[in-house]
C-alpha cells in the first residue's frame, strides 16, 4: 500500500565547527565518517519508503551543514532521493564551489538555503561563523552559473554588538544579490550554553530592540517587492521574474501541519498523530541501522487537542487566513474578542487572520488566543 507523505527531511549533522549559540544535534568533523552515515540514512529511507506518496512535493536537507559532507556521499544520497517538485539543500557559504554547484545541480536541487547570518565581520565573529561577507557572494555567483535560480539568505538579528545601522548594511547587502527568498530570525541564545555565559548582558539589551529590528526587516523587505509570508520568512512576489511561488514549499508543509518524514541522526517525523524523533546519537543511529533495525527513537501520541493547538500556533504565522473548522474548540472566545476589538486579530465568518500589528507581536497575540 503507497503512503500518502510529500515532504521528506534528511538530517545532515556533520559541521567544521559548532556556533556557540546552536542548539540542532551537529557533530565535528568526523569526515572519515561520511560515507557510512549516508549508507545509514538510506537504510532507514528504505524501511520507511512505503509511508512516502508516488510523488513527492519537497525533500528538505538540512543540518549541520548538509554541503560539508564529502563530495562522494553527498552525491549517492541525493541520486538516491525520490524526486520531488522542491528539492532544497542548505549550505554553509565557504562549502560552496563550483564544483560542489554542478554536483547539486546535475543532482536535481533546484533551490539552495544560504547561511549568511550577517555581513559584518564583526558581528561573524561574535556567531564563530567561519564564513565571510565575500563568500556569500561567491557562492551565490557560482549556484547562479550553474543555473540553480531559487536561492534563500538567512539573515540573523539580535546579535551582540549589533546596531540599527548594521542590521540596514546586512538587508542591503543581502537585496544586492537578489535572492529569491529571505529568511530573517531573531536570535534565539538558549539558557545555560556557552553563549549564554559569554554574552547574556548584551542579550539583554538586545532584547529591548527586537521588535524595533522586526518591523525594520518587514519593512524594508516588503518594500523591495518580497511578499511577508511567514513570520520569518518572505519571497519574491508571484509575476516578479516568471510566476513561480517561491515560498518555501517544505516549510510551508509544516506551517500547514501537513505530515513528513524525517529521516538522519535527531529527526523528527510527524505521521498519523504520532511524532517520532530519532535519538540524537550518531554511533547508536548509525550501529541500529548496520544490524538491520530501526533506529532508537521516542515517540509521542499527538491528541487531536495537541494537534489543533499546534495547528492555530503555526497557522497563524502565516500571511493567508487560517480555515478554522475543528479548531475553533481550541480558541479562547472571549480572548479572541477582545483581540479583535484591539484590532490584533480577524475572524471572518470559519477563516481566522492576524493583523499587520498581531503579527509584529506574533506568540504573545497567539498564545493569548488558546483556550
Not at 277 to 306: K, M
Request: hydrophobic share 40%.
Amino acid at each position: 500500500m503507497q503512503g500518502s507523505i510529500r515532504h521528506l527531511y534528511v538530517h545532515l549533522p556533520f559541521c567544521s565547527s559548532r556556533c556557540g549559540y546552536c542548539d540542532f544535534v551537529t557533530v565535528v568533523g568526523r569526515s572519515g565518517e561520511h560515507g557510512r552515515y549516508v549508507d545509514a540514512l538510506l537504510r532507514e529511507l528504505e524501511r520507511e519508503r512505503g509511508v512516502l506518496a508516488p510523488e513527492l512535493d519537497s525533500v528538505y536537507l538540512g543540518g549541520g551543514t548538509p554541503t560539508l559532507t564529502g563530495a562522494a556521499a553527498l552525491e549517492r544520497l541525493l541520486a538516491a532521493l525520490p524526486p520531488a517538485r522542491e528539492v532544497t539543500v542548505e549550505a554553509n557559504p565557504e562549502t560552496v564551489t563550483p564544483e560542489l554547484s554542478r554536483l547539486l545541480q546535475r543532482n536535481g536541487v533546484d533551490r539552495v538555503s544560504i547561511g549568511a547570518q550577517s555581513f559584518h565581520m564583526h558581528l561573524l565573529d561574535v556567531l564563530e561563523r567561519r564564513a565571510r561577507p565575500d563568500d556569500v557572494r561567491r557562492a551565490v555567483h557560482a549556484l547562479r552559473d550553474v543555473g540553480i535560480d531559487n536561492i534563500s539568505l538567512d539573515l540573523i538579528y539580535g546579535i551582540p554588538g549589533q546596531e540599527p545601522a548594521h542590521l540596514a548594511r546586512d538587508l542591503a547587502e543581502a537585496l544586492a544579490l537578489e535572492p529569491e527568498h529571505v529568511s530573517a530570525y531573531e536570535l534565539e541564545a538558549k539558557r545555560g550554553t556557552r553563549f549564554t555565559h559569554a554574552h547574556g548582558a548584551e542579550l539583554l539589551r538586545q532584547a529591548e530592540s527586537m521588535e524595533t529590528y522586526f518591523e525594520h526587516v518587514v519593512e524594508t523587505l516588503t518594500a523591495e517587492g518580497y511578499r511577508w509570508y511567514e513570520t520569518a520568512n518572505f519571497c519574491r512576489v508571484p509575476g516578479h521574474a516568471d510566476g513561480r511561488d517561491l515560498r518555501a514549499r517544505h516549510n510551508l508543509g509544516y506551517w500547514l501541519g501537513q505530515d513528513y518524514l524525517g529521516i538522519g541522526v535527531g529527526a523528527v517525523s510527524t505521521i498519523e498523530n504520532r511524532r517520532r524523533r530519532n535519538a540524537p546519537s550518531l554511533a547508536r543511529y548509525v550501529a541500529a541501522l548496520e544490524r538491520g533495525e530501526a533506529p532508537p527513537r521516542e515517540v509521542e501520541e499527538l491528541t487531536s487537542d495537541i494537534r489543533a493547538t499546534e495547528r492555530l500556533m503555526l497557522g497563524l504565522r502565516l500571511d493567508e487566513p487560517l480555515p478554522l473548522g475543528e479548531l475553533a474548540g481550541a480558541l479562547d472566545m472571549q480572548e479572541l474578542e477582545r483581540l479583535t476589538g484591539q484590532g490584533l486579530a480577524v475572524r471572518e465568518g470559519e477563516t481566522l487572520a492576524l493583523t499587520q500589528r498581531g503579527r509584529f507581536l506574533g506568540g504573545g497575540v497567539t498564545a493569548r488566543l488558546l483556550a
